[in-house]
């Protein structure tokens, strides 16, 4: 075939690598502008309370990094980051599960309303990434709280004018997370002017505590005082 035939045929030929204008310049600043709006509208009639609504006018930045890459064909992997983005700011301002999940549905009618149309195989994936960036931030909530629990003095009990008793079972198996727990509880002891320690707890806490108050001058009680002084609390 010759060059001039081929270019011919390749013109008749839809091609998937061709330019794309949406690629370039998806939205005018004008769409951009008008669409937003109507996302905001959208999601304002779902909003279940003030903190939904509070969410509605506070996340604009966040909404229109995620119209400008829901316009974009060749966006994926940009457009799930910012929409996971966009589910912990939801999170972080206390928005209501329902807000999070609805929100894309949103996106793509004011994208649609301002002449845009969006890759609905897209809107799958960029709806998960909302939910998994705002429920990221709810399970790392539980997670600082059920870690703040075992804070001190909140894990340990005195038994003596200078001596007390520490639970050891700060729940992270990361060693510096242990160590510097660890260092946290020993500084508030020392403190505090405690001479012993009763220490028990998991392996790897309890033995990382221990050096800690190694380390600031708190001796570890033995086996029998440590009886003894937990039947004198007992008893009490």
Same mark, same amino acid.
């Given at each position: 075939?010759?060059?001039?035939?081929?270019?011919?045929?390749?013109?008749?030929?839809?091609?998937?690598?061709?330019?794309?204008?949406?690629?370039?310049?998806?939205?005018?600043?004008?769409?951009?502008?008008?669409?937003?709006?109507?996302?905001?509208?959208?999601?304002?009639?779902?909003?279940?309370?003030?903190?939904?609504?509070?969410?509605?006018?506070?996340?604009?930045?966040?909404?229109?990094?995620?119209?400008?890459?829901?316009?974009?064909?060749?966006?994926?992997?940009?457009?799930?980051?910012?929409?996971? !983005?966009?589910?912990?700011?939801?999170?972080?301002?206390?928005?209501?599960?329902?807000?999070?999940?609805?929100?894309?549905?949103?996106?793509?009618?004011?994208?649609?309303?301002?002449?845009?149309?969006?890759?609905?195989?897209?809107?799958?994936?960029?709806?998960?990434?909302?939910?998994?960036?705002?429920?990221?931030?709810?399970?790392?909530?539980?997670?600082?709280?059920?870690?703040?629990?075992?804070?001190?003095?909140?894990?340990?009990? !005195?038994?003596?004018?200078?001596?007390?008793?520490?639970?050891?079972?700060?729940?992270?198996?990361?060693?510096?997370?242990?160590?510097?727990?660890?260092?946290?509880?020993?500084?508030?002891?020392?403190?505090?002017?405690?001479?012993?320690?009763?220490?028990?707890?998991?392996?790897?806490?309890?033995?990382?505590?221990?050096?800690?108050?190694?380390?600031?001058?708190?001796?570890?009680?033995?086996?029998?005082?440590?009886?003894?002084?937990?039947?004198?609390?007992?008893?009490?």
């Amino acid at each position: 075939m010759g060059h001039d035939a081929m270019k011919g045929t390749l013109a008749t030929v839809p091609s998937a690598f061709a330019p794309s204008p949406l690629a370039a310049a998806p939205l005018t600043a004008d769409q951009a502008e008008r669409a937003l709006a109507a996302w905001r509208e959208h999601d304002a009639t779902q909003a279940l309370h003030g903190a939904d609504r509070d969410t509605v006018v506070s996340t604009d930045a966040a909404r229109a990094l995620v119209l400008e890459l829901l316009a974009r064909p060749a966006a994926g992997r940009d457009l799930y980051n910012a929409c996971a !983005r966009l589910g912990r700011l939801f999170a972080d301002a206390s928005a209501s599960p329902s807000l999070a999940v609805a929100t894309l549905e949103g996106a793509a009618r004011a994208l649609a309303e301002v002449g845009i149309a969006t890759d609905p195989t897209r809107l799958g994936p960029a709806r998960a990434s909302v939910a998994e960036g705002y429920f990221a931030v709810t399970v790392e909530g539980e997670r600082t709280a059920a870690r703040r629990a075992w804070e001190y003095p909140a894990c340990a009990v !005195r038994v003596a004018p200078d001596t007390i008793a520490i639970t050891a079972s700060y729940p992270a198996d990361d060693g510096e997370a242990l160590a510097d727990w660890s260092a946290r509880v020993a500084l508030c002891v020392s403190r505090e002017g405690y001479k012993r320690a009763i220490v028990s707890g998991s392996g790897d806490a309890k033995a990382e505590l221990a050096q800690a108050l190694a380390l600031v001058g708190v001796e570890l009680a033995t086996a029998g005082q440590a009886k003894g002084w937990l039947a004198a609390l007992l008893g009490r």
